[in-house]
């Protein structure tokens, strides 16, 4: 019994030490970690990022970054340049043998064609690895899993994403996760020619207080617009944009109290009441020759700006880049403004309210970086590293949304920031200097390709007219972020066309509408008509 | 001697004025174009106030920038070069597969020719379009897994692709011009001990040249115009996507788009202007015994 006893002892002292020498020789041969977590702590975490991709053998991260827009609009990509060689210098300061290269930064004009690329390419994995659009395409690449969801990730940044104004947040989700972060976004003014305004005895100063509190409503701009063009003073009351992508237009339909989106059913409402009230005052405006009847045909270039800078209008529904693009570009009489002109030819205010008792308003279309479902994967070890290449990914999002990256934005392309923290900053006049002699920490390559742009557009005016407008946003209303809207905006545009040729009256072309979205099975499905036709309604 | 010598000469200039009055639209459109490229403005109707000439434009393009002010410079040389590769790539495999298959079907009596004659011209009734999808879905499961290869092998596919759509046609065309070769010429190589693939090569070939360099150029153009397939598979960008992907009249600044265009219009009148004897040759069918 004793010699068992002793055996025993001595066998379980043997399988001590042999399975301290197993662990001994584990330790030495661990498999580097795979996992990061993220703590909030930005240098922190790229820090630790670096340490977990450099024991995995990479020294070099690739990435890709799509964008689209207009031509001034550029930082929507280089802000991706401009974060990856921040991340970048934190690693080299830390001796950290690892770099990001921006492979590939694919710009194009046209977003819905961006988005129609994105959405051929990404199953193949050909598309960017950030993607920076419209939040309109949102959902549907949220839904058909194309990006990445970032909710977890953003717990941690919970302060960054406090910064960002809360609508622009809303607006960047997809059934209450977080798919992207806001890059910019904009207000579609009332503009009104000053020098057209004075010979007509329309006090401008007084006119953005009025309309923001409702006194000032769309009769009153027709009083004024006709005002004007009869005593001659302007050949247009009022110009407006064209064409179904541009949602300027269905500012009426929320000014007149409307919506267009149920948010408990989730499909897109024709709001008849307010519906015909916009396409009455459309109507009333053509037919007493304030507005060109065949203006949804009016070229751009040839047309509709140059009425607009040339002072041959009172009014103008535009948008907030319309500031700098008449700066830019040769719309008065083959030049283009100096800013000194925009700002003594036009005022701006809120899209008034439809009546009284009803509230202004404005529209956003806040463009969105988001992540590719599948970024990062043109690098080594993706399937062991996916979790750390996404993680890095949004903390490149992240650093592009610096307050100089965005306010930098904002000022050459005259849209709005989307940061509290960047409005502050297009204010500093020290700043702004210092942008304007391009006399920032900013990417060479970055700096070589705003220099014409930060020249045409970076001065004080441009600025304290893009602080003069951010109220704006407090006011503001989205086009809904539907699959099937494009289909609606459609048939809503034909009948404007129609409303203000004089071919069909108001209640023929809300009858028009109602029959276009019940004769496509699809749209019916997914549209909501609600309410009547206003009975002694009156105007203006 | 004249070419046609049963129509009146009294008539010609009547001809020739319906012809012209018929292509001028086509003529006012392409001049328009051409001029609004050399102009600070897009010139669009007849009244010429519009045109302030400029070569700004063009060294535009040739820098790639698409706009007056900023915008992300493109290298227009490697666009061209990509427009380039697809059309050259087309032009070769749809050459190379109608002239043998046209061959085939007009000399060599095998079972399925008549029913793969009727088969042919169905497919060229099929549109591209229609068969974009299925053709994406091959694309999946083609698709090489190593990044590396993926730019290359979606140069290979569209060419493949955009190729099997002209292939149908051609091999019609070319089944024509091989049917207007007499036979005895293909006899007497046989005769001297040639094997049939000799005989296509060295006889046949030479003597349907007008039909192959016919074949070659519309492949090419169509090689060269496609939007659709280069816009769904290729990675990189052609000069038809590059101009419309930036062709948003808002944004854009016209006559840049106008010089792109233009540029892109060049191999086409350079082609037709190099090749309309050897063509014309063609389109009457027949060759020199």
């Not at chain 2, 070069?81 to 050259?88: E, G, H, Q, R």
């Given at each position: 019994m004793k010699a068992e006893v002793i055996w025993l002892v001595a066998l379980l002292f043997l399988g001590v030490a042999a399975s301290g020498c197993i662990g001994g020789t584990g330790t030495e041969t661990q498999a580097p970690s795979t996992e990061v977590q993220l703590t909030g702590d930005f240098t922190k975490d790229v820090i630790e990022i670096g340490k977990v991709l450099e024991a995995n053998g990479i020294n070099e991260v690739k990435f890709s970054a799509w964008g689209s827009g207009d031509p001034n609009s550029v930082m929507r990509v280089y802000g991706i340049v401009e974060a990856a060689r921040r991340i970048n210098r934190i690693w080299e300061e830390n001796g950290i043998n690892v770099r990001i290269v921006i492979t590939e930064t694919h710009y194009v004009a046209s977003f819905q064609d961006a988005y129609k690329d994105y959405l051929s390419k990404q199953p193949l994995g050909q598309a960017g690895d950030f993607f920076v659009n419209s939040y309109a395409f949102l959902p549907t690449l949220a839904e058909e899993g194309y990006i990445l969801d970032i909710t977890d990730y953003a717990y941690a940044y919970k302060g960054l994403i406090d910064d960002f104004y809360p609508s622009l947040i809303e607006a960047s989700k997809y059934k209450g996760r977080l798919y992207g972060l806001p890059q910019d976004t904009e207000a579609r003014p009332l503009y009104v020619r000053k020098d057209v305004a004075e010979k007509i005895g329309l006090d401008v100063n007084s006119l953005p207080e009025k309309v923001k509190n409702g006194e000032f409503t769309w009769s009153d701009v027709y009083y004024w617009a006709k005002k004007a063009k009869e005593s001659g003073a302007a050949e247009w009351g009022l110009i407006h944009r064209k064409g179904s992508a541009h949602p300027d237009l269905i500012q009426f339909i929320f000014a007149f109290g409307g919506k267009l989106y149920d948010e408990e059913t989730g499909k897109l409402v024709v709001d008849v009441p307010a519906v015909y009230k916009w396409l009455y005052v459309e109507w009333k405006f053509a037919q007493d020759g304030l507005l060109p009847k065949d203006i949804m045909s009016w070229d751009w270039a040839k047309q509709i700006h140059p009425t607009i800078v040339e002072g041959r209008t009172l009014f103008d529904i535009g948008g907030t880049w319309y500031w700098t693009e008449w700066q830019t570009k040769q719309y008065y009489h083959g030049r283009g403004l100096k800013p000194e002109e925009v700002k003594d030819w036009f005022a701006y205010t809120l899209f008034p309210a439809g009546e009284k008792g009803l509230k202004p308003v404005t529209l956003s279309q806040p463009f969105v970086w988001m992540i590719n479902s599948k970024a990062g994967q043109q690098n080594p070890k993706y399937d062991e590293l996916k979790d750390v290449y996404h993680k890095l990914a949004f903390l490149i999002l992240v650093k592009a949304s610096d307050p100089d990256i965005n306010a930098i934005h904002s000022v050459i392309s005259a849209h709005l920031p989307v940061r509290k923290e960047a409005a502050k900053l297009i204010k500093d006049e020290k700043w702004l200097n210092n942008l304007k002699n391009l006399n920032l920490d900013l990417d060479q390559e970055v700096k070589e390709n705003i220099k014409d742009i930060v020249k045409a557009t970076v001065n004080p005016i441009n600025a304290q007219f893009l602080a003069d407008v951010s109220y704006m946003l407090e006011y503001t209303h989205f086009a809904p972020a539907h699959p099937k809207y494009p289909a609606l905006a459609d048939i809503f545009k034909e009948a404007v066309d129609k409303v203000l040729r004089g071919e069909m009256t108001p209640k023929e072309a809300v009858d028009y509408i109602i029959q276009k979205v019940q004769a496509d099975p699809e749209l019916a499905q997914n549209v909501e008509i609600v309410g009547e036709i206003p009975e002694n309604w009156t105007f203006p | 001697m004249r070419d046609v010598e049963t129509r009146p000469r009294k008539y010609e200039w009547a001809i020739i004025l319906a012809v012209f009055f018929a292509s001028l639209p086509l003529i006012l459109g392409f001049s328009l174009l051409i001029l609004s490229s050399f102009s600070t403005d897009m010139v669009t109707n007849l009244d010429?106030?519009?045109?302030?000439?400029?070569?700004?434009?063009?060294?535009?393009?040739?820098?790639?920038?698409?706009?007056?002010?900023?915008?992300?410079?493109?290298?227009?040389?490697?666009?061209?070069?990509?427009?380039?590769?697809?059309?050259?790539?087309?032009?070769?495999?749809?050459?190379?597969?109608?002239?043998?298959?046209?061959?085939?079907?007009?000399?060599?009596?095998?079972?399925?020719?008549?029913?793969?004659?009727?088969?042919?011209?169905?497919?060229?009734?099929?549109?591209?379009?229609?068969?974009?999808?299925?053709?994406?879905?091959?694309?999946?499961?083609?698709?090489?897994?190593?990044?590396?290869?993926?730019?290359?092998?979606?140069?290979?596919?569209?060419?493949?692709?955009?190729?099997?759509?002209?292939?149908?046609?051609?091999?019609w065309l070319m089944k024509g011009f091989f049917d207007t070769v007499p036979w005895e010429f293909e006899w007497s190589g046989i005769i001297d001990g040639a094997s049939r693939i000799k005989v296509w090569w060295k006889i046949m070939l030479p003597l349907v040249k007008p039909g192959i360099l016919a074949v070659a150029l519309f492949a090419f153009l169509a090689g060269w115009q496609d939007i659709i397939y280069v816009r769904t598979f290729l990675i990189d960008q052609t000069l038809a996507t590059f101009i419309e992907a930036n062709i948003e009249a808002e944004y854009s600044h016209m006559p840049l788009i106008a010089a792109a265009g233009t540029l892109y219009l060049v191999p086409t009148i350079i082609f037709f202007i190099t090749a309309q004897q050897l063509l014309l040759q063609g389109y009457s069918g027949g060759i020199k015994g």
């Open positions: - | 010429l106030k519009s045109l302030h000439f400029t070569i700004e434009n063009w060294i535009n393009v040739f820098q790639g920038r698409l706009a007056i002010t900023g915008g992300i410079r493109t290298n227009i040389l490697r666009i061209t070069l990509n427009t380039f590769i697809v059309a050259l790539g087309v032009a070769g495999i749809v050459t190379l597969v109608s002239t043998m298959a046209g061959y085939s079907l007009s000399r060599i009596d095998f079972r399925g020719r008549k029913h793969l004659m009727v088969l042919l011209l169905l497919l060229h009734a099929f549109p591209g379009v229609a068969l974009i999808v299925g053709v994406y879905l091959l694309y999946r499961l083609t698709f090489p897994q190593s990044p590396e290869m993926v730019r290359f092998y979606s140069f290979f596919y569209v060419v493949l692709a955009r190729g099997a759509l002209e292939i149908p046609m051609s091999v």
